[in-house]
């Protein structure tokens, strides 16, 4: 294995945030560290992408892009270590509330009212932004919280033509276009463009809650819920990948307390049948929520984004516009092959 080598501040360059033990560490912290003791890498929490001496190193799950695998210390294009924070042990609910404050010094929350984006937003104590079509649930859902936190709320209201502009976008920009994932990155990518218009950078976001804590409607007839989950946890990291190449779009990220090595740690090691119970979906997180937030807002029961928002139904309005009456699919495949100077109308 490769050695991991000493770096000097003129040769680093930070993308994202760097936390050690709890302690956030400003980049030329990170690079005299880096300096004095280059294995401390392997200890980094935070969301990061550190490029120095040849070397280069991602964060534990790889929530900020880069061009090694997550967790990954590479150098000169070898492995030389992996990260693997190990702060110490923690309830859910303390967990989740330091991953929110690790990542509240800046930055807006992306608010959509339902007990994910909720909890992050009364703990951050950050701007939100919504977006949807006029009279959209989440928009309308988001200002309840907002104002019940005393929090102020930015709301952009989406046309059928934005979200036309947003497909265009997005289709060429995201790993794998089929109808769900695109239908999430074109609210997204709106989420992303007003965040930029306010001048920030960090989004603070619910992603990752649902396969942690068991939010899809299908786990409620699961017949092998722990399985699901372990499954749909591992595909994490190609939605981190769709979301951060959407937000790329506007120099912008996803920042994703659930994904916080504390958090993840803590909820996993809940049984899966404490998270899917009585009919309800996320009962740990929602209990941990009642701490924070009102019980209304606590288990409150809301449909997905793309749902929420209005998008999907805007983009099924698309698709039968553009003669696909039955296949957004098929639409999504003409907008592909349009990027690539071959449409197709099949």
């Known amino acids: 294995m490769e050695s991991i080598r000493p770096g000097t501040a003129g040769e680093c360059t930070l993308t994202g945030w760097v936390e050690l033990d709890g302690e956030l560490l400003f980049p030329g912290a990170v690079f005299a560290l880096l300096g004095r003791d280059p294995s401390a890498v392997t200890r980094f929490g935070g969301e990061f992408l550190i490029r120095w001496n040849g070397c280069t190193a991602r964060d534990h799950f790889g929530i900020i892009p880069g061009p090694c695998p997550p967790g990954a210390v590479l150098c000169d294009g070898k492995a030389a270590g992996e990260v693997v924070p190990d702060p110490p042990a923690c309830d859910l609910a303390a967990a989740i509330e330091e991953a929110v404050r690790l990542r509240s010094g800046e930055g807006i929350v992306a608010l959509s009212g339902g007990v994910d984006s909720a909890l992050v937003a009364a703990l951050a104590g950050l701007p939100c932004l919504a977006v949807g079509v006029p009279g959209a649930h989440d928009t309308e859902r988001a200002a309840r919280v907002a104002a019940e936190l005393g929090l102020p709320l930015d709301i952009l209201a989406i046309t059928p033509r934005m979200v036309e502009e947003a497909l265009h976008a997005v289709v060429p920009a995201i790993p794998d276009t ?58 994490l990291a190609l939605q981190a990948a769709r979301d951060q190449a959407v937000a790329k779009l506007h120099r912008t990220y996803f920042s994703m307390p659930y994904l916080d090595i504390r958090v993840v ?67 999504i495949n003409q907008i592909v092959g349009e990027h690539h100077g071959n449409p197709d109308r099949n």
């Open 178 to 235: 089929n109808p769900v994932n695109v239908s999430i990155a074109a609210t997204l990518y709106w989420v992303a463009a007003r965040a930029a218009d306010l001048g920030h950078t960090r989004i603070l976001t619910g992603q990752g809650a649902d396969e942690l804590f068991g939010g899809y409607a299908r786990y409620l007839e699961s017949a092998d819920l722990a399985a699901d989950l372990d499954r749909d946890f591992a595909g």
């Open 265 to 331: 740690r803590a909820a996993r090691a809940l049984p899966a049948g404490e998270k899917v119970r009585g009919g309800m979906r996320k009962v740990p997180l929602r209990r941990a929520a009642e701490g924070v937030l009102p019980r209304e807002y606590a288990w409150y029961d809301k449909k997905a984004m793309q749902y929420g928002s209005g998008v999907w139904k805007v983009i099924r309005t698309l698709a039968r516009e553009n003669g696909y009456k039955k296949s957004v699919q098929g639409y």
